[in-house]
């Protein structure tokens, strides 16, 4: 276990550094955290988030080297959005600077990577199944993954799946943020394709205390997320419910379906060395933020 007194979070301005700023804020946590992310107006408002810790905000590139320091902890969430064109060298040239500032300062690295680097499935994915991605995204994360394994001694990964929580940006074109949208203003809920696809999400305060454990105590690769199936269509009927909206929900066919829509992690190695499972109903983390959206309008 590490007792970490300073902290780098890459990409701290997002979903995964927010929630996880939020988190730190929960537990009191005393270290010196530097946050870098590249916009210095999504920076300025991250106080807002953990006005009680000891922050140090840096507007930069993981590309660059002028937030090397002497940490204890590195958590690596910095990346581009998945369809940019560079996503594959620019993650690559950020993870080589990160495996340089782990060892010059002998930190331990959480690498936050994805679901998205297993190939197709019809069943629950496992750390050794078959890591054959279909996405520049997917190609991206398995890349970063072997890079920071080859070149960092003290690291641990976490494979991160589906999500849902305070921080989540409610335009993206995700399903639960999409029907979100359409019980919000009066619209039929629409699912583009047969409503079978099988998902699953954890709370993003789970999310955080998951990693926050895997940081301290673990070591290797790890599925983060949560192992309750729940097909698009029961997610649709959770959303209208929460809503409490009579609106139709619309299955329109339109994209074909294939194993991907299989997209649901085992935890079983997770619980079984960190003894945590998914405790927030989906309900309820539907409801939460559907509540929060209506009180921002």
């Known amino acids: 276990m590490i007792k970490p007194e300073k902290i780098l979070i890459t990409g701290g301005s997002g979903f995964f550094g927010k929630s996880m700023l939020d988190f730190l804020q929960k537990i009191n946590c005393t270290a010196q955290i530097t946050v870098l992310a590249p916009h210095r107006e999504k920076l300025d408002r991250l106080p807002g988030i953990a006005p009680d810790l000891n922050l140090k905000l840096f507007a930069g590139d993981i590309g660059n080297k002028e937030w090397f320091d002497d940490y204890q902890l590195i958590i690596h969430a910095a990346t581009l959005p998945a369809a940019h064109p560079d996503i594959i060298p620019h993650t690559l040239n950020g993870c080589a600077n990160i495996a340089e500032c782990a060892r010059y300062s002998g930190a331990k ?15 629950p ?27 960092c001694c003290n690291i641990a990964i976490a494979r991160c799946f589906s999500f849902i929580g305070p921080y989540i940006d409610i335009n993206m074109h995700y399903a639960v943020t999409e029907f979100i949208r359409d019980a919000m ?22 999310w955080a205390e998951w990693c926050w454990q895997l940081a301290l105590h673990g070591n290797g690769i790890y599925n983060v997320g949560s192992d309750i199936p729940v097909t698009i269509m029961e997610l649709a009927r959770i959303v209208r419910k929460a809503a409490g909206s009579s609106t139709d929900i619309v299955v329109l066919n339109e994209q074909q379906q294939n194993a991907r829509n299989h997209y649901l992690p085992s935890i079983d190695a997770f619980k079984r060395d960190f003894g945590m499972t998914p405790e927030t109903e989906l309900s309820e983390m539907v409801i939460s933020l559907l509540n929060l959206q209506i009180n921002q309008q």
């Open 109 to 123: 690295l959480l690498f936050l990577s994805s679901g998205a680097v297993y190939q197709a499935a019809s069943s």
């Open 125 to 151: 994915l496992r750390e050794n199944s078959p890591a054959i991605p279909a996405t520049a995204y997917g190609k991206a994360k398995l890349a970063a993954e072997n890079l920071l394994r080859e070149l």
């Open 185 to 206: 203003h009066h619209r039929p809920i629409t699912i583009k394709g047969d409503g079978l696809t099988v998902r699953s999400y954890l709370s993003a305060g789970e």
